[in-house]
């Protein structure tokens, strides 16, 4: 399959689902999953995520996730020594499947993200930034209050990839990560 082929076929895709994509359940004059793009935020009580949601039918979605963090320290760096601003930046992934199209709506999923961070503080020698891969299953449900708004837990479970720098000299690393983010989502169409 060709280039050209591909992008038709993706186009295709693409069309087909606008028409089948959250339209469903009525309640009264409220039309709960009217949204087909939800655009929230995850982890509202530490860094915050932003994240782009588009249901390709009325139960798979993908998600686009976009954080960043910056930290500076206070004070002017001792003689001898760099004063370094501390960035955060992660950008990922994720594919849900909502199990049921109701008011309380659970969903199962994977995620990848990937995440660059570099450590605040006074140095002698700047710190590489520790870059990481973070991928895992995903479970998790969101509550409708209308057709417009969700709040929502997130429960991710898997593995941190933590990749090799040089200052300081640390060695490829894999741990075990789970985390629980609250999410909060406005959907329009």
């Known amino acids: 399959m060709n280039t050209r082929h591909l992008c038709v076929f993706l186009l295709c ?7 089948l ?3 469903t359940l009525s309640l009264g004059n409220t039309n709960l999953h009217a949204g087909k793009i ?3 935020i995850d982890g509202i009580t530490g860094s915050p995520n932003l994240l782009l949601k588009y249901f390709f039918n009325n139960q798979v979605a993908g998600q686009i996730i976009a954080g960043f963090e910056v930290h500076s320290p206070g ?3 001792p003689t001898g020594q760099t004063k370094v601003t501390g960035t955060t930046f992660r950008g990922g992934f994720s594919l849900l499947y909502h199990l049921t199209q109701d008011q309380v709506s659970p969903y199962i999923g994977v995620e990848g ?6 450590a605040a503080g006074f140095y002698v020698l700047k710190p590489d ?8 299953a995903v479970f998790g449900a969101e509550y409708f209050f209308n ?9 991710s479970l898997g593995l941190d990839l933590q990749l090799k720098r040089d200052i300081p000299k640390e060695a490829r690393d894999i741990t075990f990560n789970t985390a629980t983010l609250v999410t909060g989502r406005f959907y329009f169409n």
């Not at 895709?13 to 028409?19: D, Q």
């Not at 417009?148 to 429960?155: A, P, R, S, V």
């Open 129 to 136: 930034p520790k870059n990481s891969i973070i991928g895992g």
């Open 38 to 40: 939800g655009l929230g």
């Open 113 to 118: 993200v990937f995440q660059t961070a570099k």
């Open 147 to 155: 057709e417009k708004f969700t709040l929502g837990i997130k429960q």
């Open 13 to 19: 895709v693409f069309a087909s689902t606008i028409t």
């Open 21 to 23: 994509a959250q339209v």
């Open 75 to 77: 004070g002017n760096a």
